[in-house]
């Protein structure tokens, strides 16, 4: 079975500040790792995955994630973040291999950019 | 292309009551997942469906079923309506369900039980 643990509920910071929002999972077997952004009022929107390779992910708006297997983490950061940047973020993993498309996700971190 | 699609938007309804929520899946996709959001469970998965299959089903009471038919759309149906059966659900399609496959997810059907 597999966990995902987002410890940050919420994230305030400010305008053009870096921000780093952390994922830590838990998983018996090998898996690929996702961040999703959820607009309000919105369906989730991938924002990059980790599927195999360089440990290092970009994905679109500027974020990008590295892969730690040591640690179980899948930590997502952004130089220099938007107000546009404020929605709630979802890590999220998927049984590598596996004859399902099932996601398991964490409680999800609220990145709140003030002006 | 048009992305997944979820009727209705918004939904009321009374404690007893069933329901049933539809989605259209991006043309050519024949994998459909169904998730159930709500503030205090978070994210959970309900079901997946490939070429009108039942591939994986998450945790729920059996007052939870879906199915999807020859043209990959699906549904679910929820019956004797709780109040704690309030939440936005998300409907999920993509390629198929070996190896990896993009999710695209729609905007989702929000459920209000009263």
């Known amino acids: 079975a597999q966990s995902v643990t987002q410890l940050d509920s919420q994230v305030p910071v400010f305008e053009e500040a870096p921000v780093e929002l952390r994922c830590n999972y838990s998983s018996s077997v090998s898996v690929y790792l996702f961040w999703y952004v959820q607009y309000p009022n919105q369906g989730l929107q991938l924002l990059l995955k980790y599927l195999s390779g360089s440990t290092l992910v970009k994905g679109i708006n500027g974020f990008e994630a590295e892969f730690n297997k040591s640690q179980t983490s899948f930590h997502l950061r952004k130089p220099s973040v938007h107000i546009s940047d404020t929605a709630e973020y979802f890590c999220a993993v998927s049984e590598h291999g596996g004859a399902t498309n099932k996601l398991i996700f964490g409680t999800g971190t609220l990145l709140a950019v003030q002006p | 292309k048009a992305g997944v699609t979820q009727t209705p938007r918004y939904l009321i309804k009374t404690r007893g009551q069933q329901v049933t929520l539809s989605c259209s899946p991006i043309s050519g996709h024949r994998s459909v997942s169904w998730y159930q959001q709500t503030p205090g469970q978070g994210l959970q998965f309900l079901f997946e469906?490939?070429?009108?299959?039942?591939?994986n089903k998450g945790n729920f009471p059996g007052r939870f079923s879906g199915r999807q038919f020859s043209n990959s759309r699906s549904e679910m149906n929820v019956s004797t309506l709780e109040l704690g059966d309030s939440a936005l659900y998300l409907c999920?399609?993509?390629?198929?369900?070996?190896?990896?496959?993009?999710?695209?997810f729609g905007p989702g059907t929000r459920l209000t039980v009263l």
């Open positions: 469906y490939f070429s009108e299959t039942q591939r």
């Open positions: 999920a399609s993509s390629l198929a369900t070996s190896s990896y496959n993009e999710q695209f």
